[in-house]
T-cell receptor
Framework: GAVVSQHPSWVICKSGTSVKIECRSL??????MFWYRQFPKQSLMLMAT?????????EQGVEKDKFLINHASLTLSTLTVTSAHPEDSSFYIC?????????????FGPGTRLTVT | KQEVTQIPAALSVPEGENLVLNCSFT??????LQWFRQDPGKGLTSLLL?????REQTSGRLNASLDKSSGRSTLYIAASQPGDSATYLC?????????FGTGTSLTVIP
């Protein structure tokens, strides 16, 4: 149980275009989902926290107008990278928290590799 | 703000050797600590989770310890195998989020 999927697993897009990444909790309801970014040779950094039906909370230094997060249902959150630039190329990982459990009980998705050319 | 450090950054050992990975954190007010494995280009696989009230957890050849007062955790891998080669991340749960270390890249040489 407690499986989180991401789609796509990898994507290449041209500079200036937008790309959407989906994060789904397959067998549980996720009231909270988290989006992380990992640059090469670096660790994961929390970008934003999204609660179902409300606006996402962004970490300092993360542009909310560039990284649009939607958490419209208890099983799906999306991250849209708008007007992507090569410096946005990174590994994006989401995690989900099961409803009614501690915020620290998160299940991680397999990640999405974004390359902006 | 919590800062998590992992030493060493990279480690190469011959197959069969026992090894220890280290993780330190700056604020002892943590909820839990988790060790993950990450293969190249892949997501995270949870290995061991230690609650703040616990001192260690074991799973197979893996043993993780936690000393909250000194801000340290270790991951002990017994009888290493080539399949253990990966990056190992520790993450501290605190302040409603996880703080990740930069990882230790482990290579087990056959």
């Amino acid at each position: 149980g407690a499986v989180v999927s991401q789609h796509p697993s990898w994507v290449i897009c041209k500079s200036g275009t937008s790309v959407k990444i989906e994060c789904r909790s397959l067998d549980f309801q996720a009231t909270t989902m988290f989006w992380y970014r990992q640059f090469p040779k670096q660790s994961l950094m929390l970008m934003a926290t999204s609660n179902e039906g409300s606006k996402a909370t962004y970490e300092q230094g993360v542009e909310k107008d560039k990284f649009l997060i939607n958490h419209a249902s208890l099983t799906l959150s999306t991250l849209t990278v708008t007007s992507a630039h090569p410096e946005d190329s990174s590994f994006y990982i989401c995690s989900a928290r099961n409803a009614g459990t501690s915020i620290y009980e998160q299940y991680f998705g397999p990640g999405t590799r974004l390359t902006v050319t | 703000k919590q800062e998590v450090t992992q030493i060493p950054a990279a480690l190469s050992v011959p197959e069969g050797e026992n090894l220890v990975l280290n993780c330190s954190f700056t604020d002892s007010a943590i909820y839990n600590l988790q060790w993950f494995r990450q293969d190249p280009g892949k997501g995270l696989t949870s290995l061991l989770l230690i609650q703040s009230s616990q001192r260690e957890q074991t799973s197979g050849r893996l043993n993780a310890s936690l000393d909250k007062s000194s801000g340290r955790s270790t991951l002990y891998i017994a009888a290493s195998q080539p399949g253990d080669s990966a990056t190992y991340l520790c993450a501290v749960g605190a302040g409603n989020q996880f703080y990740f270390g930069t990882g230790t890249s482990l290579t087990v040489i056959p």
